[in-house]
């Protein structure tokens, strides 16, 4: 019995082992097929990526008025300051910064930065840029308009002095710092085109040559915790716009950003992704407070209730704008959630008269104050020479005497224009500009704005916004100046204009541009 009870024990032993072989065996099989794949996956993942650019200027990124190459700069030269993908200050060469008084900034510099060629990055290349934006035309020179010197504390600290308080001017600290070592024996403005320049960003310039240009990823570069899939940009350069768009069409450019409205009957629809986001470009009316008829806060929330923006966007635009509400919709972290419209209410805007005594007749709204009776007309200011924004007036014109309130359209030269509205002389104003990074909205609330408008609240909470940092307080007060915005009615928002960002389906990751940065996520793209 002993001895079959061995052998049985001796059998079921050999049976395991055999059985942990076998199993052993199809493990490794699995791990070294998973490694196989992983190593195929690998070798198709593409982690070079191609751009473009059109009639290039110059690759100097503060010469140059190209937006492409402002964009793709950005890969390459790091500025003291950048911005999320929401639009919110971050420090880049500059670690931290503080204000010191009304006049001035004090700036502390990365210490571990080095330009692409191995030299230290310090102040004195702050110095130089900031200088040199002071001499020359360029696209950043309004970033530095104010500033009157830069005193250089020492290698990693300078202190930016200002002839006036400027709210925000961190924001103004987004221009492309260059290498003071590199530049200093150029000819600045016209160092030759085929040489490769110095940056501190992601990539570097390591080839120039007539039609293209190629990018690598810098491995000096300061942020070691970020790690770059894509390993080699080519930015191929092209005579016009119409080649890039058609080498873009045939798959020989991954991304491309424009302003373009008509993009579609360049590129077509088919075989890339693309996202249209609000671009910085805002038309708005100034409705002037000191006008008898505009300083009634129910006749500025009636003209802000008859005005359909949508059918100025589909039917003069073709839908190519996005509708406005208020200057910081764009995306801005303190703008975000908020329906700051009216909306188009036709019934509302007449309630909100004849609640405030106004009374419909002969199609006009009319009121009788001191013994003498008026009916609301306004005088609508617009520039002659830009013809879409006399249409526009001719829209605005035809809504709101739909709802009785009668407009003359002033159709002014530029010269005309241009004083009547440094002297605020006319009803309601129809204005665009070129919004700024920063949430700054003195030019709606601050002295001596558009619409004449003064509130002691507003007045409060300008004062306290551009003597903080603390991000729950702005965000409060801005909420705040968005309800004024829409409860006074001084500005009726009406649209901005479309950024359009356009990519190879094939690209992967996570694309979230917007109109300062393009390549937010680019870290983790490939094809």
Not at 140 to 166: A, F, M, P
Not at 261 to 280: A, F, H, P, T, V
Request: glycine share 4%; charged share 25%; net charge negative.
């Amino acid at each position: 019995m002993k001895s079959n009870w061995i052998k049985y024990v001796f059998i079921i032993f050999i049976v395991g082992m055999l059985l942990f072989a076998i199993f052993k065996i199809r493990q490794d099989e699995e791990e070294k097929q998973q490694e196989l794949e992983h190593t195929s996956s690998q070798e198709e993942k593409i982690t070079e990526l191609t751009l473009g650019i059109a009639e290039l200027d110059t690759m100097n990124p503060i010469l140059s008025n190209h937006k492409n190459v402002q964009d793709i700069s950005k890969l390459i030269y790091d500025s003291l300051v950048t911005l999320t993908a929401d639009y919110k200050a971050e420090a880049c060469l500059a670690t931290e910064w503080a204000k010191q008084s009304d006049n001035s900034y004090l700036i502390k510099l990365r210490e571990n930065v080095k330009w692409s060629d191995g030299e230290r990055f310090t102040a004195e290349d702050v110095r130089f840029t900031i200088d040199r934006l002071k001499e020359v035309s360029s696209i950043y020179s309004y970033n530095v308009q104010y500033v009157t010197g830069v005193d250089i504390i020492d290698d990693y600290t300078v202190k930016i002095n200002l002839d006036r308080e400027i709210p925000f001017f961190e924001y103004q600290l987004t221009f492309p710092i260059l290498s003071k070592e590199y530049y200093e024996a150029e000819d600045f403005v016209n160092t030759e085109k085929n040489k490769s320049p110095v940056g501190t960003g992601k990539y570097k310039i390591t080839e120039v040559q007539p039609s293209y240009i190629i990018l690598e990823k810098n491995i000096g570069w300061w942020n070691k915790q970020t790690s770059l899939t894509i390993e080699k940009i080519t930015v191929n350069l092209y005579s016009s716009i119409g080649e890039l768009y058609n080498s873009f069409k045939i798959g020989n450019i991954d991304l491309i950003s424009t302003t373009n409205d008509n993009l579609q009957e360049y590129i077509g629809i088919i075989g890339y992704s693309s996202k249209e986001l609000k671009g910085r470009d805002h038309t708005f009316l100034a409705l002037n407070t000191q006008n008898y008829f505009l300083s009634k806060q129910e006749v500025r929330k009636a003209i802000a209730y008859s005005i359909d923006k949508e059918n100025i966007v589909s039917s003069i635009f073709n839908n190519k704008c996005f509708t406005s509400s208020f200057p910081l919709d764009y995306g801005s972290w303190l703008s975000q959630g908020q329906d700051v419209s009216n909306g188009y209410n036709l019934e509302q805007g007449k309630q909100v008269l004849t609640d405030n005594g106004w009374i419909f007749r002969s199609g006009t709204w009319q009121k009788t104050e001191n013994r003498k009776t008026q009916a609301i007309t306004l005088s609508l200011l617009v520039r002659a020479s830009d013809a879409s924004k006399v249409s526009v007036a001719e829209n605005l014109k035809q809504q709101l005497e739909n709802q009785g309130i009668k407009i003359n359209i002033v159709q002014a030269s530029d010269e005309q224009y241009n004083n009547s509205i440094n002297t605020k002389k006319y009803d309601i104003a129809l204005c665009s500009m070129t919004l700024s990074p920063s949430p700054n909205l003195t030019t709606y609330f601050g002295e001596g704005n558009l619409a004449n408008y003064s509130n002691e609240e507003v007045t409060s909470i300008m004062n306290e916004v551009k003597n903080t940092t603390d991000e729950q307080v702005l965000q409060e007060k801005y909420t705040r100046l968005s309800e004024l915005y829409k409860t006074e009615s001084p500005y009726i928002s009406l649209y901005n204009n479309k950024y359009i960002v356009a990519y190879n389906s094939g690209l992967v990751g996570e694309i979230t541009p917007n109109w300062f940065y393009q390549f937010y996520g680019i870290e983790g793209w490939y094809k």
